[in-house]
């Protein structure tokens, strides 16, 4: 039975006492799994807490040779983060940030372990900090640099960002786009680390905004993408 790393992506309780699992996994991407044993009974095969969003697990597991789901015979956490799940404020970015994955997954699903490393290293990085306001959308503009569709400023003396052709311009487009104040706090979260994102300043409104443009890119780009369910109670929390 193989074994394999990986993040939880979703979770859906399935009958009395079994889950319906989908992992981001380091050796064959996303896959989706039956988990038995979770719930209904006094002493539960495996803790529900394994599997909240983007837990980073490891698992034994079998593969199904047909249609069915695959089933998971082992899972051990390998991380247990400190606040991801405690702060109201972290495990609220961190449901967001799930659904995200969650529709960039169904199309960019495969294996690849840039991408499976940047999850990793952002994830913990979010995780050590006391709150990081700015840290889901920095988050969301690296991961395109992940799944192909980064950001591409051509000119620094550009005006504008046109959201459909993912190209700065010095032309007004005629479709979606970012500019003035917005833009420029777009170019600076584009040139800067996740380390220096607790030195930027970014005003509620401001945020919200960058926020839709961001989810319209990932609408324009990725077919299969869905705006989480979650982005109204998210927006409010971070007002």
């Given amino acids: 039975m193989p074994n394999s790393r990986g993040f939880v992506v979703k979770s859906i309780k399935n009958g009395e006492t079994s889950m319906i699992l989908s992992c981001y ?8 799994f039956m988990v038995k044993g979770v719930y209904g009974t006094k002493k539960p095969k495996f803790s529900k807490a394994y599997f909240f969003p983007l837990n980073f697990i490891s698992i034994n597991y079998t593969l199904s040779k047909d249609d069915r789901l695959s089933y998971i015979k082992e899972v051990k ?18 449901v967001f940030l799930s659904e995200v994955l969650n529709s960039v ?15 990793d290293k952002s994830l913990n990085w979010f995780d050590a900090q006391e709150i990081c306001s700015n840290f889901h959308i920095k988050f969301l503009i690296e991961l ?10 051509t000119s620094e003396n550009d005006k504008f960002f046109n959201i459909e052709s993912g ?15 917005d833009y420029k706090l777009f170019k600076q979260l584009l040139g800067m680390k996740f380390e220096d994102l607790n030195y930027m300043s970014i005003d509620k409104d401001s945020r919200i905004r960058l926020l839709n443009y961001i989810i319209d890119y990932y609408s324009l780009h990725l077919q299969m993408f869905k705006s989480p369910k979650s982005i109204d109670v998210f927006c409010e929390i971070f007002k």
């Avoid at 997954?105 to 999850?119: A, R």
């Fill in 144 to 153: 395109t640099k992940h799944i192909g569709f980064y950001p591409n400023i």
């Fill in 105 to 119: 997954f169904k199309e960019e699903g495969d294996k690849n372990q840039n991408l499976f490393n940047f999850l």
């Fill in 167 to 181: 190209s700065s311009s010095t032309i007004k487009p005629l479709s979606k786009f970012i500019d003035f104040d």
């Fill in 25 to 32: 996994l380091e050796d064959i991407g996303l896959k989706s």
């Fill in 77 to 94: 956490p390998i991380n247990f983060y400190k606040s991801l799940h405690s702060s109201i404020e972290k495990s609220t970015v961190i």
